[in-house]
């Protein structure tokens, strides 16, 4: 029988903080990405980290860490105000930037860790222990970016809050490619797009995986995470795996859960994943998309149609 998550909240505490991993070298994106990191590269006219941050504002976290790392601290730059490029638009009358570049440095209270040995995605979230503290707390990883237009964040953070325990972002991928990703072991409850996770399996082979659900990078996950990655060894590539963590957390009880997106979400990690998000972002825009929706049909009749 499904199992029915609660509509009535418990004493479950909700999430106030993020935590955003960003200290990889981004070696796909070499050589654009030996100086500048690879999370500020543009999508339009924003930065890809801009999105992440501004994600987790609309979902109610505005207290943000970054973990960075060598050669990062231009990510934190981004954040700060510019007195003499806001007087240059102040002075041409450009109300419209203005306003752009004010808006990363008020919309959310910006932190930094450096991690310091690049050990895993569960040690970059080790490295935030000091300022999550005791309370929980969601991660989101840069790579996935989530349509702006098709929130599920405030859905997961909202869940975590009923709940407790874990909550993942899941989504269906064709069964052929399960066995690129972490696959999900899932049991439905009474709430629509809504599973419990019964546990995890990486990169199983099609014949062998429990669904055709993979994790995708948003997490609410509980203090108790900390512990358990302490306790974690080194996994797959010798790194501190966070899947290993929760996984030792539900396998002691901890209630693991599931929102299953089915929205629009790109892989920006790769360089074919960054351009398919700024084209349809671009595209999706009033104000250049119908040039650049044109220019780009114009283009595909002529250059890849003959």
């Not at 005791?134 to 929130?151: H, K, Q, S, T, Y």
């Amino acid at each position: 029988m499904p199992e029915q998550v609660p509509d009535t909240p418990q004493r479950a505490q909700r999430a106030k903080k993020a935590v955003i991993p960003a200290a990889g070298l981004a070696t796909r994106f070499l050589p654009a990405s030996k100086v500048v990191p690879k999370e500020l590269f543009p999508v339009v006219d924003r930065p890809a980290l801009q999105y992440v941050v501004e994600e987790a504002v609309a979902a109610g976290l505005d207290d943000v860490l970054l973990i960075t790392g060598r050669g990062k601290s231009l990510m934190i730059d981004h954040f700060d105000r510019r007195p003499d490029l806001e007087e240059r638009l102040k002075a041409k009358g450009d109300q419209a930037r203005l306003e752009a570049i004010i808006r990363p440095a008020e919309m959310a209270t910006i932190h930094s860790v450096r991690q310091q040995e690049a050990l895993g995605l569960g040690h970059a979230v080790l490295c935030a222990e000091r300022h999550v503290g005791d309370e929980p707390f969601a991660v989101l990883l840069g790579d996935d970016f989530i349509d702006e237009r098709d929130p599920v964040l405030p859905t997961m953070v909202d869940l975590a809050a009923t709940t407790g325990g874990i909550v993942l972002l899941l989504m269906e991928v064709p069964w052929e490619e399960v066995h690129r990703y972490g696959v999900a072991v899932v049991e439905p409850t009474d709430t629509p797009d809504v599973v419990r996770v019964g546990g995890l399996v990486e990169k199983p082979a099609r014949e062998d995986a429990p669904s055709n659900l993979i994790v995708v990078g948003r997490y609410v996950l509980p203090p108790g995470i900390f512990d358990a990655i302490r306790r974690t060894g080194r996994g797959r590539g010798g790194e501190i795996q966070l899947t290993d963590a929760m996984e030792l957390m539900r396998q002691e009880g901890t209630p693991v859960h599931g929102v299953i997106f089915r929205g629009r979400r790109y892989d920006t990690g790769t360089p074919e994943g960054c351009l398919q998000a700024a084209i349809r972002l671009a595209c999706d825009r009033d104000d250049i998309g119908p040039e650049f929706r044109q220019w780009l049909v114009e283009y595909v009749d002529r250059e890849l149609r003959g």
